[in-house]
């Protein structure tokens, strides 16, 4: 039998984690990673020095760019003062990110980013909001964008007892459904698609609490 988690005891574990400091099983508090970095100093000239992260988190990926000298629209449900306070006095980049708090599926894509970052978010939308917030990313997009995503497909969560776990109205992509959803909304622009087996471990049994296969979507607009 599945035990179905709703969505706002999902949002209260990640707004207790982030208000205390505290590191999830995923490494929420992690560094942004070498595959990243590579793609964000991989960026030519000509894309527009503004970037959009969808799902922020903890904000190490918003961080990064505003000190790469990107203006920065940071989104996520989280509330926006976790993140001001971190950002408070930090340099003279901090000025450079603007946080807004709301649903990623929520918020409107309606000029354009020269980066678009989702991280470890688009899997917990449904697949209609997911399809709608890649397409507004695409139809906006500046004719020198680029877009990095990481989204988790095939994904087996458990409890402690072993019973399986669901969030409600999650997107539940196959690695299959995830590449012709990408396939479709990018097409014309050059497009790297990664897969890795990704799990996470309770602390306490030791035992697997989280298993996906996890796609990078690595995007360059080739409309110019």
């Known amino acids: 039998m599945t035990n179905l988690v709703s969505k706002a005891s999902v949002h209260a574990f990640y707004v207790d984690a982030i208000r205390h400091g505290r590191n999830t099983a995923e ?22 020095q503004t970037a959009l992260d969808l799902g922020y988190g903890a904000g190490n990926y918003s961080i990064a760019m505003a000190r790469a000298g990107y203006r920065v629209v940071a989104v996520d449900q989280l509330p926006s003062r976790l993140f001001l306070q971190r950002l408070d006095a930090q340099g003279d980049w901090d000025h450079r990110i603007d946080v807004k708090e709301c649903l990623v599926e ?23 909001d997911v399809e709608s917030v890649l397409e507004n990313a695409v139809v906006n997009a500046h004719a020198r964008s680029h877009h990095y995503l990481e989204v988790f497909t095939s994904i087996t969560r458990r409890s402690r007892d072993g019973r399986i776990r669901q969030v409600e109205g999650e997107a539940g992509y196959s690695p299959e459904s995830f590449g012709h959803l990408i396939e479709r909304v990018y097409d014309g622009w050059e497009v790297t698609l990664l897969w890795d087996e990704h799990a996470e471990k309770d602390s306490r049994t030791g035992e697997n609490c989280f298993e996906a296969i996890r796609a990078t979507v690595i995007a360059a607009n080739a409309s110019v």
């Open 27 to 48: 490494n929420l508090l992690a560094p942004t990673s070498e595959r990243f970095n590579s793609f964000l100093k991989s960026i030519g000239k000509g894309t527009p």
């Open 106 to 128: 929520e918020y409107s894509i309606d000029h354009e980013f020269g980066i678009v970052v989702a991280r470890d978010v688009l899997h917990y939308l449904s697949k209609s």
